[in-house]
């Protein structure tokens, strides 16, 4: 019952910035990782940063932290993402996810326990 709503995607020229939102609601009290994937056409989707409810951050990748900064209120079902530098090579559907065995921070970096997500948030940037 837990359901989520992704919001900020759209338009931007290469080199500008973007963010975006997600807020998580339903019975959440178990749900204390939320995280933000990307997916773009022909590719497989892929994790770019979680956080916790109680402020621990994981990156899948090093590369991320020069451009993507995930944060969010603690204590709070909310998480955002701020993307600046943003390349053609950016474009894909962004998507917000949480999942249920969130026990510790490190938990937040199971990609592949996320089972919970939204219904994505269109980022295309031009040339």
């Known amino acids: 019952q837990v359901r989520i709503a992704e919001f900020g995607g759209g338009s931007v020229q290469a080199g500008g910035s973007l963010n975006l939102s997600c807020e998580a609601s339903g019975p959440t009290y178990s749900y204390n990782c939320m995280a933000w994937f990307r997916r773009a056409p022909g590719k497989e989707r892929e994790p770019i940063a979680a956080?916790?409810?109680?402020?621990?951050?994981?990156l899948k990748d090093d590369a991320y932290k020069a451009r993507f900064t995930i944060s969010g209120p603690n204590g709070e079902y909310r998480v955002f993402l701020q993307m600046t530098s943003l390349t053609p090579e950016d474009s894909a559907m962004y998507y917000c996810?949480?999942?249920?065995?969130?026990?510790?921070?490190?938990?937040?970096?199971?990609?592949?326990?996320?089972?919970?997500w939204g219904q994505g948030t269109q980022v295309t940037v031009s040339p």
């Open positions: 956080r916790f409810s109680g402020g621990g951050i994981s």
């Open positions: 996810a949480t999942k249920r065995d969130s026990w510790s921070p490190s938990s937040c970096s199971l990609w592949d326990h996320y089972d919970t």
